[in-house]
C-alpha cells in the first residue's frame, strides 16, 4: 500500500502504526501537492507539538492553526501538514486534516467556550475506580460526552483486585451497565491483570482516549497496554480515592498489539459541550418510553399519559435515572443558550465594525479625508 507522504521517499509504516489509512491519504493529496508532509499530532504544548511523521517525531510550532476557536486549536490525535525536515527552524504545522471525530468539554470558565480534548478517536475507555464509592451520575456525564463525540464509549473498572469476591464485583458491573445501555462494561486490575488481554483486543487497530478523575488508575492502565512505564504513578488518598494530576498533558502511543492511546490528565470537572444527542443515547429507555407519552412534548412530570410516569409507578425505571437525566439536559440547554448569545454579541460587534468601516469609506469619499 502506498500513501503520498511528501515529494522524497519515505517509510509509511510509522504513520500506519500511528491510525494513516487510505481515507486519511486521500485527504492528504492537497499537501503533498505541496511538498508538506503528514503526521499525527502526539503531544501539544505551549504552542508547539510533537509529530509522528514517516520519518519519525519532529518538533513543530502551531502558530500558522491557530484560530480564534478553542475547538480548532491543534490537538493531541489530529493529522498535520507540516513542513519536510530541512525545511527551517523551526518547523511548521501549516494545516489539520478535518476531523472524523472529536472529544470536547466545556470549559469552567465564564466565557462557556468548549476544550477540546482529543481528535480522531474511536473508542473512548472511561476509568472508573473502585477503590471508592461508584458515582454513576459522573459516568453518566462522561458517557453522553463519549458519544457526543463520535467515538464508542466503554466504561472501565479499575483496581478490580481490591473486591476480591466474585459475586459483589458482578453486582457492581450490573449497577454500571444499568446506566450504560449499548456499552460494555469490564473488571480490570492493572495489579493481577484481569482483564487487560481483553481490553488490548478490544481497543486493536483504532484510536482511544483514556478518560477520568484523578485517581481512577489512568496512568498505571496506560502502563499496561503499553506494555512499559510511559507515565508517572503516584497512589490514590486512602479517603477518598483522588490523586494528583500524574498525567499533565495528552499524550498518544502506539500500543503493541495495534492501535494507539491517548491518555488524558484527570478531569475535575466533566461540563457538558453541546451534547444533547449523547445525552439522549445514555438515557436511550427514556428517550424509548417518551415516544409512547400521549403529548409529543411531555415534560414526564404530572402530564396525563406520560408512558415515563408510568415507569416511575411501576418501578421499571429508576427515579434516579429520570432526575440525572433531567440535569443533564438542563445542564445542556443552559449552555447552548449561553453559547448562543456570545454568538449573536459577537455578530453583532462584527456587524458594528462593517458599518463603521463603510461611514468611514464614505467619509473618505466625500471629503478626501477620515474623522
Known sequence: MSFPLSSRTSDSSLLVAHGWDEGWAAAFEPYAAQGLVPGRVVRVDRG???????????????????????????????????DPEGAGDPLYVRACLPRRTAFARSTSSKRSEGQILAANVDHAVIAVSLAVELDLGRIERFLALAWESGAQPIVV?????????????????????TVAPGVQVLPLSSVTGEGTDVLSAVLAGGTTVLLGVSGAGKSTLANALVGEDVMAVQAAR???GKGRHTTTTRNLFVLPGGGVL???????????????????????EIEELARDCRFHDCAHEAEPGCAVAAAIEDGTLPVRRLESFRKLMRENQRLVAKTDARLRGEIR????????AGRAAVEFKRNGRLR
Not at 157 to 177: F, H, I, M, Q, R
Not at 349 to 356: E, G, L
Open 262 to 284: 491517548i491518555d488524558t490528565p484527570g478531569l475535575r470537572g466533566v461540563g457538558l459541550w453541546d451534547a444533547e444527542a449523547g445525552v439522549g443515547q445514555v438515557f436511550s
Open 238 to 240: 486512602d479517603v477518598d
Open 349 to 356: 460587534r462584527d456587524w458594528k465594525r462593517t458599518m463603521a
Open 48 to 82: 508547539q507539538c510533537d509529530v509522528a511523521t514517516a520519518d519519525g517525531t519532529v518538533r513543530a510550532d502551531t502558530a500558522f492553526v491557530t484560530p480564534h476557536d478553542p475547538l480548532r486549536v491543534v490537538c493531541t490525535g489530529d493529522w498535520a501538514a507540516v
Open 157 to 177: 473498572l479499575t483496581k478490580a483486585d481490591l473486591v476480591p469476591d466474585p459475586v459483589g464485583l458482578s453486582y457492581l458491573v450490573e449497577d454500571v451497565e
